[in-house]
Every structure is written in C-alpha cells, then in structure tokens.
C-alpha cells in the first residue's frame, strides 16, 4: 500500500433540467423575488471600446431550438482586462461587468446579449489569443454544462494566429465558432449540439 | 455586484474527470440523445478566460434570499412543508473551503409542484412558496439556507419515471472553468435507485456525492430537521517551481 493520494472528486455534474429559469432567473418565468435577475445587464454605466450585440439560438440534433436553455457568457473588457478578483495585469472597466446570463426568448429560444467586443487575452505561453468569449450552455437533457468560445468573423488574422483555433485539426469545423456579422452591425452565434454543424464544445 | 479580492491563484485548473463525471450521451435519460455533442470535447489547459470569473458580492442578496420557507410568502404566512434546514461547504478538489461562492438553488414544493408555466404536474401549488433562493458561501466556505422538504415528481420519460426528492443547484466559483450545475438528493428516498437522471451518474460513489445525509446536530428541535451537503469545485493547480528556462 501507498499513502492515500486524498484530493477530492468534483461534485457529479446534473442536468439544469427544465426549470434552470427558476432558480437562475426567477423574474423571467414571473418570480419577482429579487430585485432584478443576475446578469441581465452587461453594463453599469457608459463603457470603453465597440458596443455590440450578439443574438444566437441553440439547436439540437433534429435541428428544433431549445427554449429551455440559458447561456452565459464571460469576457474581458475592450483592453482585454476581466473584471474578476483573480485579474492581476489592471483594473478592468469599471462600467463593465464581464459576465452575462440570458434565459432565451420565451418562444423562439433566441438569446442575447448586449456588450462590448472583447480585448485580446494572452495564452498561458505568452502569445496573444484573438478575441474571444467564453460560452456555457445548460439545459434539460444536457448533463454537463457544455464550454464554447465565440470568436469573431471579422478577425481573420488574429484567428489565424490563435494558439487554439491553429491547433485544432478539423479546421473545417472553426465557423462553428465564429459570430458572424450581421446587415444591421450585431453578431450571430447559433450553437448546434449535433449533426453536421456540431458546434465545437471544449473540455478546458 | 462588487469585486472581493482574493489571492491570486496560478497553475491552471485541473482538468475535469470525464471519467468521474456523466458522459453526454446517456439513451435512458432521453432527452440526452439529441442533444449531447458528438464529436469529441476539445481538449485545451485553461487560460485566463476560464482561470478568472465573476465575483458576487453580498451585497446582491436580501435578507431572505436563503429562506425559501418566507421568501414567497405573504406577511405572516409560510410555506407548507416539512421544515429542513440544508447546510454544508463548497470545498475544491484540494479539500480547501472556497469563500464568496454564489449558490443558486431551485426546487419543486412539498408536493412535487414547480412554479413554472409549462409544470404539468396535478399536485396543488403552494401560493406561500416560490421555489428559489440562493446565498454566498462564507470566508471558510461554508452556506446555509432553510427551506421545505421537496416532494418527489413525475416527469415524462419512461412510461412511469419519477424524479427522487431533489433540490437543483446552480454554483459559482473562482473561475469559470469550475462553472457547475448539479442536484441533491435526500437520504434514503427510494426513488434515488430507481430515477434515469441518478442512473447516468457511473458509480455508487457518485450517487453518494450528491446525497445529503440527515444531520441531527444541525437540526432546530421542534422547529427543523437539517440536511448536509458538501459541493466540490475543480481545483487548481499549485504551482512551486516556476524557475525553470523557458523550453525546459
Ligand atoms: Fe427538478
């Protein structure tokens, strides 16, 4: 026998189920039982950098939306600066919250989320990544919650240049991960969790 | 919602277990089947995009926030139930308490009945009873809420499946890589054997993770019974040796 290694399991994941909005946006399904629900407003005052919208819808495999799904998103302010305790390089923007959580449209399932367009971050190794945010997607029938990022078409060279987007061996799946600019200037983010246009999903 | 300032961590978070954790596709919880990913996860060590998160801070919550025996109750009223008190830690996977974690947690009431619009089950609605709360763990990472013992429910899956007793839980760590969204189950219900959502998890030991034990030391007596039920977050690597030549 050796000594025992006694580190901890994390916590068994389970699906959000059907009723996530409860609990995580309780005013949305009709609870006005806090003041407001979290992550509804990206920004507590006026804010540095591109001001941009970004709509999506999530699909599952036979192609019909999810309309019990919530997304969040996490990113760094226009600097590239995250408004977290863990940020070490500088003080984000102020007005910024970083963090944004949208149940989806009652009927259509279509999600957005008003804010601005990220900052480059740096790979652990130093090298720029391009700009990205972070995605989680829960719902019923999902078990864990599934990680995403969403880069921007109207990148290129940076997305050429990133650490991860360049390492990724199907190359044709990358517009999976691309929001797409749209005639009216905001971005588009359809998520697919099957069939040919599989989203790309992270294990990060 | 304000910033807490804690030490900042580095060595990236260790990677999930997907061994441990449930796999996406799981054919007798059938809604997995059309919407678990096929293609492999991709693989990645986190970067500063998962390694930070945002931090709530106390200030976000009211005084009943973690009460949901009076939270939807009308002035003087409370919700009807068996009274329990759920208490415990979230802890990271190195056993250390994370402090300032935001939980959220989500239920059906006594009888089994959510408050939702598309809740078809018959089971009365309690008018005293939302069905949400939620709390920020302490500097030792310790939390509390009160609340009724929910009651089991039927969910249209098999012909005749029912949920055991749960109470959902939504929580936020120190980086958004330990994003996580789980479920509790009670001590002894019968249904925890008998329930597809439990039976994805892959081992009796990870049934266990998730069931709260009875806890009489905690109970308020001739007022609560109280439930534990400690919560694991990833956690991050310690890096001590950072004194290496780059490319070695
Ligand atoms: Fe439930």
Redesign the interface.
């Known amino acids: 026998m050796v000594q025992k290694l ?19 946006t ?1 005013n949305f ?3 006005g ?3 407001g629900d ?1 992550g509804t407003s990206m920004k ?1 005052g006026p804010v540095k950098g591109l001001e941009i919208i970004i709509r999506g819808t999530v699909f ?3 192609g ?1 939306p ?1 309309r ?1 799904a919530m997304v ?1 998103i ?3 302010d226009a600097a590239g600066l ?7 390089r500088g003080a984000a923007d102020p007005n910024f ?3 944004g959580r949208s149940p989806g449209d009652m009927n259509t399932g279509e999600f957005i989320f008003d804010t601005v367009k990220p900052g480059a ?4 190794d130093g090298r720029m ?1 391009a700009p ?1 945010i ?1 995605a ?1 997607i ?10 995403t ?1 969403i880069y921007f078409e109207d990148e290129p060279e940076a997305n050429a240049a990133d650490p ?1 987007l360049s390492r ?1 061996e199907h190359q044709n ?1 990358i517009p999976t991960l691309l929001a797409s600019k749209q005639p009216d200037g905001s971005y588009r983010f359809d998520v697919h ?2 069939g040919p246009n ?7 | ?1 304000s ?4 030490p ?2 580095s060595g ?2 260790i ?4 061994v ?5 596709l ?1 054919p007798p ?1 059938k ?9 492999a ?16 801070g106390h200030s ?1 919550l ?1 005084d009943l ?1 973690n009460d949901l025996i009076l ?2 109750a009308k002035s003087g009223e409370s919700a009807i139930g068996p009274r329990i008190i759920v208490h415990g830690r979230v ?5 250390r308490g994370v402090p ?1 974690a935001l939980l ?3 239920q059906a009431n006594a009888g089994g009945r ?6 078809s089950y018959q089971a009365a609605l309690d008018p005293n009873f ?3 709360g ?1 709390t920020i763990t302490a500097e030792d990472g310790s939390y509390e809420f009160r609340t009724i013992q929910p009651g089991p429910y039927p969910w249209p899956n098999g012909m005749n499946d029912w949920r055991p007793a749960h109470i ?1 839980f ?1 929580i936020f760590g ?4 330990q ?5 509790m189950y009670f001590e002894g219900d019968p249904h925890i054997k008998l329930c597809p ?1 439990v039976g ?2 892959k081992t009796q ?2 049934i266990d ?2 069931t709260a034990p009875l806890d009489m030391n905690r109970t308020v007596p001739m007022d609560s019974r109280a439930f534990k039920f400690d ?5 991050q690597r310690q890096t001590y040796f950072e004194n290496r030549k780059e490319g070695l």
């Open positions: 006694d580190y901890l399991h994390e916590s068994p994941s389970q699906t959000a189920g059907p009723y996530v909005h409860i609990g995580c309780p399904t009709g609870i039982i806090y003041g979290l507590t599952d495999g036979t019909t999810l019990d969040e996490w990113q760094p995250f408004p977290s305790a863990n940020e070490t919250v970083g963090w971050v740096p790979f652990p990544q990205h972070t989680w829960v719902a019923r029938g999902i078990n864990t919650g599934l990680h990022r991860i990724i799946r969790l099957q599989e989203t790309i999903f992270f294990d990060m | 919602m910033i807490l300032n804690g900042p961590k990236g978070f990677p999930r277990d997907r441990w954790q449930p796999d996406a799981t919880y809604t997995s089947v059309k919407r678990s990913p096929q293609a996860l991709l693989s990645f060590p986190t970067t500063l995009s998962e390694e930070t998160s945002p931090v709530f976000i009211g926030d939270n939807y802890l990271d996977e190195n056993g300032g959220e947690f989500w959510y408050r939702h619009k598309k809740e939302g069905g949400c939620r959902h939504s120190h980086g958004f890589a994003r996580l969204i789980t479920q959502i994805i998890l030991e990870a993770a998730l919560i694991v977050l990833r956690g």
